[in-house]
């Protein structure tokens, strides 16, 4: 048997009040919002679909995945609030679920009844079909949907319709329900009508945890990770020269959909923007998920005694970044390079994973040295002998190598003509050193560049 999940999505601020639900129609502004949901619950199972104004999931072959039906539930009914739904009902068939959710909490005396028990004390607006004929089914002395069930079926088919037993029958289960599922989409684009005007923008999070746990909801059923999004927001009104509306792009090392991270990330980097202007609609757009690679061990953080798991040092990274300054925190990255002091360079943290690139292959044969010198240093020479501390004895070279000849940004190290060789004596230990490559006739000059441990 099915097991369904009917969530109620959230009014518009600026929507009509109550009795849309009644009437089956959904205004498009809170439609956007009942779409959002429905991606989001995409992550439970693929066998989602919109009616009236709610989401419904049929979660009976995901149950196992989960845990089963208990753990599903709280887990669904945990991160509900979170998205504005006002209201959450389980039920075998989808029609059930969404007239027990709108009928609200059951009275005591339900509370612990079967499904057609609660059913049957629904109030008739519960189901849309029975909504429509709401006077003609008062005037029949008719206040619940078990009382309209009790009616003689053909004189009910002759004035309210085949429809209202058709939805009568499939809501308890009598009658098979087709619905149209709803697809995933490729991108990601949701927006939120603010309740009231926010000039402060740390105070966003309150509507932008809602599109995170959105967006994360629909990387999840794309088994996809996020590594850049940005947060959109329009002002109610703006001053003279000054924009309507503002964006914050959000970057990040690896791909992630923890929404957890997302928020205290995003929270780090609104702590540093002043609004021109109050805002009343917020907006998150993610175009661009990436395959979810498996994520690596967090960094333990100890609480008392206990030991529990924290960030990981990715996230740690990107946090710092935010709340630092992505220049201030940074990382070195490998370049495909053969001069030794430009085999990396250090680039901020938060995107060092994407500005890595190939690795030059070391040389075969010739060993590296621990530690470089800031900068080369040149050495004194005795008979064309490299002297530190005493003459040094050249035990293994030489490693040519030439490169540099295309640097032409400034600050970058420049062409390098230079032999290398691993030089010796007792006092100095193992050193690195190199002689310029210079024009026949000119005098060559020696460096020390590397020591080794």
Known sequence: MPYWLALIAPPCPSSPEPGRAAAGAVPAHDLAQQQAIGCWALQYTPRVTLLDEAVLMDVQASLRLFGGARALCRRVAQEAPVLGCV??????????????????????????????????????????????????????????????????RAGLARRCGAALLEALDQAYGERPESFEWLCCPETFEAWLELPGRVESAPALMFGARRLLLQMCGWLAARHAGVRRFVLCWRHDFHRNGVDDAGELEVRLGEPTREPEHLARLLGELLAHVTLPGPVGELGLRADAPEPLQPAG???????????????????????????????????????????PEAMQRWVPAAVAGAAAGSVAALPAGLPQPGWLLPQPQPLATRQNRPQHHGPLQLLAGPHRVEAGWWAVTPGEPG????????AWNERAGLLWIYRERVPAGTAAGWFLHGVFG
């Open 297 to 339: 061990p967090a960094l333990p953080l100890t609480a008392g005694r206990q030991v529990r798991e924290g960030e990981t040092l990715a996230q740690l990274l990107e946090r710092l970044s935010a709340r630092l300054g992505a220049e201030r925190v940074r990382r070195p990255v490998l370049c495909s390079d053969h001069r």
């Open 415 to 422: 062409r390098a003509g230079r032999d290398y060789f691993v």
């Open 87 to 152: 209201a959450l009902a389980r039920a075998p068939t989808a029609r059930a679920a969404l007239a027990l959710a709108r009928s609200g909490s059951p009275a005591p005396a339900l509370a612990r009844a079967g499904w057609r028990a609660r059913l049957d004390a629904a109030p008739l607006a519960a189901l849309t079909a029975a909504a429509e004929h709401l006077p003609l089914l008062e005037r029949l002395g008719c206040r619940t949907l078990g009382e309209v069930r009790a009616l003689p």
